[in-house]
């Protein structure tokens, strides 16, 4: 089975993603010698990543560049939001959701020619959820009590009280496996298990990576060579890369009111789809007016939400009325909970009388 590598995920307003996608699009509806000869992929993004550890910092560009690429973890999330296994071949759960005993993958090595076994996820783990830890995400390990190694390829991580999303958690770039000796030059000289191999990183411009001709997985079939991701935060910029072909695809291209004139190049396709980023308009309950819930409700009747996308996103973007997205599964549409009262209607709603009391003497 393959695997979807150079992995980015896409800026969005309201669960709404916009890509714009030129050579590897083309590359795709290309067939023959023409096809096999792209060896090569330049990848734009719009932000630079701080780093390239993705297990000590927060910042989505971190993992856009390096997860699934450089680094792997003990399952994954493919695109349809399944887990499935990566480093850790199977996994077993006790009936009472307190052991979950991992079998790893046999034969895996870091880029570096160190193995990949049971100690180094008990590393990678206890590093992550350790008192002295900046992992962004230590919070959602907090139910581990133990973790254990019977052999090389088994590990077991005994909890507290039941995890239900543990695996899902696990499959996030913050959980991504390291190795001990090269873990603490990761932000600048990544090491991981994956497909690509870190080969510099000109800040500023670029980071470039190459294909590892070791990786453990021989299901892979690895069609690129090399992977450039430049950096141009300008929308302008973007657009005249693309055009150009400078770049071969833009997952957060910047500039949505663009996207029509992309319409009549051939060379360039368009590709819209969901992300778990949103936006959402916050206030603060404990202060006034915002105490009243009159207020907070009334504030959100005069939110026409359509309009907001269309105006902040040319219309990229989905209401979703809560702090979930389409993709997750606990999402419900509540954006008819409190709905956008008519300009109609707010002209013939009674006001309230406002009393002004004249302060004793």
């Known amino acids: 089975m393959g695997r979807t590598i150079l992995k980015a995920s896409a800026f969005s307003l309201k669960g709404a993603v916009f890509a714009a996608v030129a050579g590897m699009g083309l590359l795709a509806a290309m067939g023959g010698a ?86 180094t996820a008990k590393y990678t783990l206890d590093r992550a959820r350790g008192a002295d830890s900046v992992n962004p995400q230590k919070r959602y390990l907090s139910s581990i009590e133990a973790i254990e190694t019977p052999d090389a390829t088994t590990l077991v991580l005994k909890l507290k009280q039941p995890a239900g999303s543990l695996l899902y958690w696990l499959g996030w770039p913050a959980f991504s496996m390291v190795e001990p000796k090269s873990a603490a030059d990761d932000k600048t000289t990544p090491v991981g298990t994956g497909p690509m191999k870190f080969v510099s990183w000109e800040k500023g411009a670029k980071v470039q990576l190459a294909k590892n001709p070791d990786y453990w997985n021989k299901a892979v079939s690895l069609k690129i060579e090399t992977a450039t991701f430049r950096f141009i935060n300008d929308p302008q910029a973007q657009a005249a890369a693309l055009t150009a072909g400078d770049v071969d695809a833009f997952p957060e291209f910047g500039a949505p009111e663009l996207v029509k004139t992309f319409e009549s190049n051939k060379k360039l396709a368009t590709v819209i789809g969901n992300t778990e980023m949103k936006v959402v308009a916050g206030m603060n309950n404990a202060r006034k007016p915002f105490t009243d819930k009159r207020v907070r409700q009334a504030l959100m009747m005069a939110v026409d939400r359509k309009t907001l996308i269309e105006g902040a996103w040319s219309g990229y973007g989905t209401p979703i009325g809560s702090h979930y997205t389409p993709n997750d599964r606990g999402y419900k549409d509540l954006t008819g909970t409190i709905p956008m009262m008519s300009r109609r209607r707010r002209s013939c709603s009674p006001r309230p009388a406002i009393r002004t009391v004249s302060p004793s003497p």
């Open 34 to 119: 023409q096809a096999a000869a792209k060896t090569s992929v330049t990848i734009g993004m719009s932000v630079e990543p701080t780093g390239l550890d993705p297990t000590i910092a927060a910042p989505v560009a971190i993992g856009q560049v390096t997860w699934q690429n450089v680094f792997e973890g003990l399952t994954t999330i493919d695109k349809t939001g399944k887990i499935v296994p990566e480093l850790a071949e199977s996994w077993t759960i006790s009936p009472d959701g307190k052991t979950y005993t991992f079998k790893l993958h046999d034969g895996v090595k870091f880029h570096n020619g160190v193995a990949f076994d049971s100690s």
